[in-house]
């Protein structure tokens, strides 16, 4: 994504997710960010643009509160990656040693691995 497209959306994910600019800095500032919280401000404004690796880090720190949120609220860290490749948990065998009964991906399913 350019420059421009991640400014944009970083602005309209804090107005989406009704976001605190404050905590989003102070999550930034925790992983090192070196832009001042006025810089921070002009930039969520499109006012001002900064460099890749400040704009990925506020794009992290967006992340970060959006997780502390959902923990909050007691929702689960949906962000992590769960054990079955195809998204969803796969039951154990059945007892009589047949496949997995859980959900399976369609490349599971082909014969032609």
């Known amino acids: 994504m350019d420059a421009e497209e991640q400014r944009r959306q970083f602005g309209q994910t804090l107005l989406r997710e009704d976001l605190d600019l404050h905590d989003v800095g102070r999550a930034y500032f925790a992983m090192t960010g070196s832009a001042s919280e006025e810089e921070v401000a002009l930039y969520a404004l499109e006012m001002l643009m900064l460099p890749q690796n400040q704009r990925d880090l506020l794009t992290l720190a ?3 509160v959006l997780q502390s949120q959902a923990r909050r609220a007691g929702f689960e860290d949906f962000t992590q990656q769960p054990d079955d490749h195809c ?3 796969r039951s154990k065998p059945d007892d009589e040693g047949g496949r ?3 959900l399976e991906c369609d490349r599971d399913r082909r014969t032609d691995h």
Do not use: F, Y
Request: charged share 20%.
């Open 87 to 89: 998204g969803a948990p």
């Open 62 to 64: 967006i992340g970060s």
């Open 100 to 102: 997995d009964r859980g």
